[in-house]
């Protein structure tokens, strides 16, 4: 079955660093968001992308934030300047239509130290 | 305020009983109401959708009712076994975000043998 893929799979950086987490939704899906996931808290969404723009963002989707999708397969999430409070799990999602089932990749674990 | 509520945060049964998981929600309109697991580290899996106009989805073992009268689904796993461990999410697709799934806290179920 195909697969979301997520890279890293871990990253250690400092506060104040820029970190870019990586994703390569399913090939023929056209929508891909970002969620993440703090140890021992629910998924929370963060941004929905269509058509090379954003579609939807939550109130944490700040102006530290910024998704990419530089070229054909890949979707980028930014992180300009790291705080200790972005320490996460961050799952990248896709699907074929908006509302339906999301495939979900399996995440990179971000620790601001 | 909007809120998704899952029945309890944890739920420990008996193997071969059946689960029964609750999901509330208030101030939301959804177009469909969806459930997933996810298991510790793992990016959330799809398991169900069902539709507002529906009242019943079922699939292998596992069944799932939509009343939006009550607001309110019920997530049913028949025969459980140790294996069903996970923690189970329920997620709404709502009417006036196109492309935003939104996500309850989920409810830790545990089988024992």
């Known amino acids: 079955e195909p697969e979301v893929t997520q890279t890293p799979s871990h990253q250690v950086t400092q506060m104040g660093q820029e970190v870019i987490l990586r994703c390569v939704p399913i090939?023929?899906?056209?929508?891909f968001y970002w969620y993440r996931q703090i140890l021992g808290q629910k998924v929370e969404f963060l941004v929905s992308?269509?058509?090379?723009?954003?579609?939807?963002k939550s109130e944490i989707f700040d102006d530290q934030f910024s998704v990419e999708r530089p070229d054909g397969s890949n979707f980028t999430l930014k992180i300009r300047s790291t705080k200790l409070e972005d320490s996460a799990m961050y799952f990248c999602?896709?699907?074929?239509?908006?509302?339906?089932?999301?495939?979900f990749g399996s995440g990179t674990q971000l620790s601001v130290l | 305020s909007q809120k998704i509520e899952q029945n309890s945060e944890a739920l420990n049964i008996q193997e071969g009983k059946t689960a029964t998981l609750t999901c509330n929600y208030t101030?939301?309109?959804?177009?469909?109401l969806q459930w997933y697991r996810q298991d510790p580290g793992r990016g959330p899996v799809f398991l169900l959708l069902?539709?507002?106009?529906?009242k019943e989805k079922r699939k292998e073992r596992l069944k799932v009712t939509f009343d939006t009268t009550l607001k309110q689904s019920l997530f049913h796993i028949t025969a459980s076994q140790p294996a069903d461990s996970a923690t189970y999410l329920c997620?709404?697709?709502?009417?006036?975000?196109?492309?935003?799934?939104?996500f309850g806290s989920g409810t830790r179920l545990s089988i024992r043998p």
């Open positions: 999602a896709s699907n074929e239509q908006p509302n339906e089932k999301l495939f």
């Open positions: 090939s023929n899906h056209l929508y």
């Open positions: 992308f269509y058509n090379n723009e954003i579609s939807e």
């Open positions: 101030n939301y309109s959804p177009a469909y």
């Open positions: 069902i539709r507002e106009n529906e």
């Open positions: 997620a709404l697709a709502l009417y006036s975000s196109a492309s935003k799934i939104i």
